[in-house]
């Protein structure tokens, strides 16, 4: 039998690295944590199953999961246009840049 105060701790723990990464929008952290979701909710499922946890902790906890993947997607939609953003300006300063050199390299006639 697992420890279900232990459990409940290291989804918490989780959850707060989680949130964390996002703030810091550190992408590869987020990545890493990602992976550790599932192995860290399994054994409370199956605590749940079990009927050694309480059904509303788990719940809290799964809520306040789904509200941060909702929140990651946000932020991870406004950083991926801003970066779009970025990359469009970079194209047209760089179509700029060519077409100044053609004008100030091609002689006068």
Do not use: C
């Given at each position: ?21 996002l ?24 605590e ?41 300006g ?20």
């Open positions: 039998m697992a420890d279900s105060h232990a459990l409940l701790e290291s989804l918490d723990q989780l959850r707060s690295e989680l949130n964390q990464a703030a810091d929008q550190n992408w590869e952290q987020l990545a890493e944590l990602n992976a550790r979701v599932k192995p860290t909710i399994e054994p409370l499922m199956l749940l199953e079990a009927g050694r946890i309480d059904p509303a902790l788990i719940r809290d906890r799964l809520e306040a999961l789904n509200e941060f993947v909702e929140s990651a997607n946000q932020v991870a939609v406004k950083a991926r246009d801003e970066a779009r953003e970025s990359l469009k970079v194209n047209q300063n760089r179509k700029a840049s060519r077409a100044y050199e053609n004008v100030s390299t091609t002689p006068r006639r």
